[in-house]
């Protein structure tokens, strides 16, 4: 294969998981005048001075989510970024990821000021959004950073470049319509139109010195520098996410590829993976130390009847169905678990169970994530609703979801209680001493260390 049609691959794989992405956020992503009872909820708490408990869990819980919608928009952008700024891709070819990439902007401000208008006429839920909630994940003063972001100068032209940029292109970019892939994207840009024309009325309306505007907009190519602003604009907030001083930026994974072969030896179909990035940005947004989990399938160099068709295998040839914010996937192992840290749980099933559970986790394959973390429907699903709707109700896995604003989920943490509970095995942990791998009471010493009592004494009285 040629560095152009690599190249081209490359491309195609990262608009596709970018535009699934954007239609999921999209869809979950609620209109302003759908929302009266919430409004009228904060007027209330900003009458009275202060939330109500069920009020409070509430906002955490919506506040929570926004977060994580708009991480997975930023890193979206991101990762387009990469791609349109390699300067190797015919102008052509550039335009889908303009469109994808700005279709994530568009909601991702659109979702922004509405935050922002809401919290900013209520003192009372500025303050609540601003404070620090170890359980929900929320960090410290998070709504000033969001705000200060919105509101300055320079993002708001940034993003009116780009405005512009897509009126003078908007045939172009309609007629990648034809284009079965690109047609949603092309689709949400029309409906998002009229909140685009609206943000560029706003931002006129700052009363920005017109000088500095054209300062801005002058030495801009067509396309580079159109891109490159927006992709500035969105690295510098992806950073502001990262939890700081937990690793240097671009530092490498502690389970590298040795590693990686090393634990692939040891497990089985249906060891679920829970797993950890250091610096991921929805570390600072889901509660406790582990927020992650992926279900892995087994071996097969080649596409098989019950997992359809496979992307190419990587040397390992090893695969895992795990959403993520592009969706329900079969992944190869090489994406999956480039991670700091892991640790591997054997669910107490054998034989035809086993099978029965992963046939059915299969079935979710192709599935949109469900940024609002709701499990009381399946036609959208996070992490561990993968693992839940696969193996819960084949004895004796039985899973308890967890009410949380009135939305029913099993977040990581919860996952890990329940599994010890119903005899989930540990098999092996890795990362969490260094990049070593660690099974037996290794395994479960360094374990312990990231887990609260409950589920300390369940393994312990286990072992």
Same mark, same amino acid.
């Given at each position: 294969? +040629?560095?152009?049609?690599?190249?081209?691959? @490359?491309?195609?794989?990262?608009?596709?998981?970018?535009?699934?992405?954007?239609?999921?956020? *999209?869809?979950?992503?609620?209109? @302003?005048?759908?929302?009266?009872?919430?409004?009228?909820?904060?007027?209330?708490?900003?009458? !009275?001075?202060?939330?109500?408990?069920?009020?409070?869990?509430?906002?955490? #819980? !919506?506040?929570?989510?926004?977060?994580?919608? !708009?991480?997975?928009?930023?890193?979206?952008?991101?990762?387009?970024?990469?791609?349109?700024?390699?300067?190797?891709?015919?102008?052509?070819?550039?335009?889908?990821? /303009?469109?994808?990439?700005?279709?994530?902007?568009?909601?991702?401000?659109?979702?922004?000021?509405?935050?922002?208008?809401?919290?900013?006429?209520?003192?009372?839920?500025?303050?609540?959004?601003?404070?620090?909630?170890?359980?929900?994940?929320? &960090?410290?003063?998070?709504?000033?950073?969001?705000?200060?972001?919105?509101? +300055?100068?320079?993002?708001?032209?940034?993003?009116?470049?780009?405005?512009?940029?897509?009126?003078?292109?908007?045939?172009?970019?309609?007629?990648?319509?034809?284009?079965?892939?690109?047609?949603?994207?092309?689709?949400?840009?029309?409906?998002?139109?009229?909140?685009?024309? $609206? +943000?560029?009325?706003?931002?006129?309306?700052?009363?920005?010195?017109?000088?500095?505007?054209?300062?801005?907009?002058?030495?801009?190519?067509?396309?580079?520098?159109?891109?490159?602003?927006?992709?500035?604009?969105?690295?510098?907030?992806?950073?502001?996410?990262?939890? &700081?001083?937990? $690793?240097?930026?671009?530092?490498?994974?502690?389970?590298?590829?040795?590693?990686?072969?090393?634990?692939?030896?040891?497990?089985?179909?249906?060891?679920?993976?829970?797993?950890?990035?250091?610096?991921?940005?929805?570390?600072? /947004?889901?509660?406790?130390?582990?927020?992650?989990?992926?279900?892995?399938?087994? $071996?097969?160099?080649?596409?098989?009847?019950?997992?359809?068709?496979?992307?190419?295998?990587?040397?390992?040839?090893?695969?895992?169905?795990?959403?993520?914010?592009?969706?329900?996937?079969?992944?190869?192992?090489?994406?999956?678990? *480039?991670?700091?840290?892991?640790?591997?749980?054997?669910?107490? #099933?054998?034989?035809?169970?086993?099978?029965?559970?992963?046939?059915?986790?299969?079935?979710?394959?192709?599935?949109?994530?469900?940024?609002?973390?709701? /499990?009381?429907?399946?036609?959208?699903?996070?992490?561990?609703?993968?693992?839940?709707?696969?193996?819960?109700?084949?004895?004796?896995?039985?899973?308890?979801?967890?009410?949380?604003?009135?939305?029913?989920?099993?977040?990581?943490?919860?996952?890990?209680?329940?599994?010890?509970?119903?005899?989930?095995?540990?098999?092996?942990?890795?990362?969490?001493?260094?990049?070593?791998?660690?099974?037996?009471?290794?395994?479960?010493?360094?374990?312990?260390?990231?887990?609260?009592?409950?589920?300390?004494?369940?393994?312990?009285?286990?072992?």
């Amino acid at each position: 294969m +040629s560095s152009g049609d690599q190249m081209d691959e @490359q491309m195609r794989q990262v608009l596709v998981a970018g535009s699934a992405t954007v239609l999921a956020a *999209a869809a979950v992503i609620p209109q @302003q005048d759908s929302l009266h009872g919430e409004i009228a909820m904060c007027e209330a708490a900003a009458a !009275r001075g202060y939330f109500l408990p069920d009020e409070d869990e509430w906002v955490k #819980l !919506r506040y929570s989510q926004y977060l994580g919608l !708009r991480a997975s928009l930023l890193a979206t952008i991101e990762e387009l970024g990469v791609i349109a700024g390699a300067g190797r891709v015919e102008w052509n070819s550039r335009q889908p990821l /303009f469109a994808t990439a700005f279709a994530a902007a568009c909601i991702l401000m659109r979702a922004n000021r509405f935050i922002v208008d809401l919290a900013s006429k209520h003192s009372v839920l500025w303050k609540k959004l601003d404070e620090e909630d170890i359980m929900c994940g929320i &960090p410290r003063k998070s709504f000033t950073t969001i705000y200060q972001a919105l509101t +300055s100068p320079r993002n708001q032209l940034r993003f009116l470049n780009a405005v512009d940029h897509y009126s003078k292109q908007r045939d172009k970019i309609f007629a990648l319509a034809n284009d079965s892939d690109m047609k949603p994207i092309v689709d949400l840009l029309e409906k998002e139109e009229p909140f685009i024309e $609206k +943000s560029r009325r706003e931002v006129v309306k700052r009363r920005i010195s017109y000088r500095w505007f054209s300062f801005l907009r002058s030495h801009r190519s067509a396309w580079k520098n159109v891109m490159r602003g927006m992709f500035e604009v969105s690295g510098r907030a992806v950073s502001e996410l990262r939890q &700081p001083g937990i $690793k240097a930026m671009g530092a490498p994974k502690r389970i590298d590829a040795d590693l990686q072969k090393e634990i692939l030896k040891l497990v089985q179909p249906g060891d679920v993976f829970v797993t950890r990035h250091d610096d991921a940005m929805s570390n600072l /947004f889901l509660p406790g130390f582990w927020p992650h989990a992926a279900l892995f399938l087994g $071996k097969t160099p080649n596409s098989t009847l019950d997992w359809g068709e496979l992307p190419s295998a990587d040397e390992y040839g090893a695969w895992f169905l795990e959403s993520k914010k592009d969706g329900v996937k079969v992944r190869p192992s090489s994406e999956t678990l *480039a991670l700091d840290a892991l640790v591997v749980l054997r669910p107490p #099933l054998l034989g035809p169970d086993l099978q029965r559970g992963l046939q059915r986790a299969l079935t979710h394959r192709g599935k949109p994530y469900d940024f609002l973390f709701d /499990f009381r429907t399946a036609d959208r699903l996070v992490c561990t609703e993968v693992i839940y709707r696969g193996f819960h109700g084949i004895s004796p896995c039985h899973f308890q979801l967890r009410e949380v604003g009135g939305r029913l989920c099993l977040p990581a943490e919860e996952f890990i209680d329940q599994a010890l509970d119903i005899g989930f095995q540990l098999i092996l942990t890795a990362g969490l001493e260094g990049d070593v791998l660690l099974t037996g009471p290794d395994a479960e010493r360094a374990f312990r260390a990231t887990r609260p009592a409950r589920a300390m004494a369940v393994l312990a009285t286990s072992s």
